[in-house]
């Protein structure tokens, strides 16, 4: 399954709550239309005041031609589709979003924990952005990734379900790669990862502190945008 994921940060002139009545009334019956998109996400910040974007919605396409001829490659931000909903919906983006500060990500998801059966609906999630660590190839950092660090994460304390997001095109992608948790509270997602404002959290369970302390190995903390919030499932037709 390919996805684009947008981090959504809005218009100087919006207030949080004035550009989430325009997402969800305007846009969203627009978005969930686009032509090939099989499955749409929305995630709200649990603290607006603490995240670093306002939300991030998520398109979901079978096939990675389906993504490209609605929404444009990696390297064409300032895409304009010639018709259809896609059309429409990138008209509308200039409405109430940030275009210049709205970071985006084109990838292929690799599920590596489920015991939800893949409904995420309503369940809190961490999105970590990653960029690799200085002297690292981008294949050495998927290799580290996905050998090193996913076997640690997946033991994470409260951890429902674990996938991870690689780049379809790593040349011209914003960052090297997405991971997402999910937990069923919000309590869990804190006691595994920490509250939403603490970068920096040094978790005291072992299973927790394991995968926190590896990090260091491969990512560039300070590079690594994250969001949490709970998912919303908008559109689903798998």
Known sequence: MYKHVALLVRKGDLTHEAFLDHWHTTHTPIAREIEGVVRY????????????????AE????????????LGSEG?????????????????????????????????????????DGDTD???????????????SHEEFLDHWANEHVPLAREIPGVVRYTRVTPTDPAHAE????????????DALRAGLGHESSRDYDPDHPKAAAPR???????????????VGQEHVIKDEL
Do not use: C, W
């Not at 960052?175 to 919000?186: C, P, R």
């Not at 590896?214 to 994250?226: E, G, Q, S, T």
């Open 59 to 70: 398109l979901y396409f079978e096939e990675l031609d389906a993504l490209y001829d609605a």
């Open 122 to 136: 309503e369940l809190y999630k961490h999105s970590a952005f990653l960029v690799r660590k200085d002297g690292l």
């Open 175 to 186: 960052f090297d790669g997405v991971a997402e948790l999910y937990f069923e509270s919000l």
């Open 213 to 227: 302390e590896d990090v260091d190995n491969f990512l560039a903390i300070d590079d690594r945008p994250r969001f």
């Open 76 to 116: 064409s931000r300032d895409y304009d589709p010639e018709k259809g909903m896609a059309k429409k919906a990138r008209k509308d983006v200039d409405n109430f979003l940030d275009i210049e500060r709205r970071p985006r990500f084109i990838g292929e998801e690799t599920v590596e924990l489920d015991s939800v």
């Open 41 to 56: 996400h929305q995630v709200l910040p649990i603290d607006s005041e603490a995240a670093e974007f306002d939300g991030i």
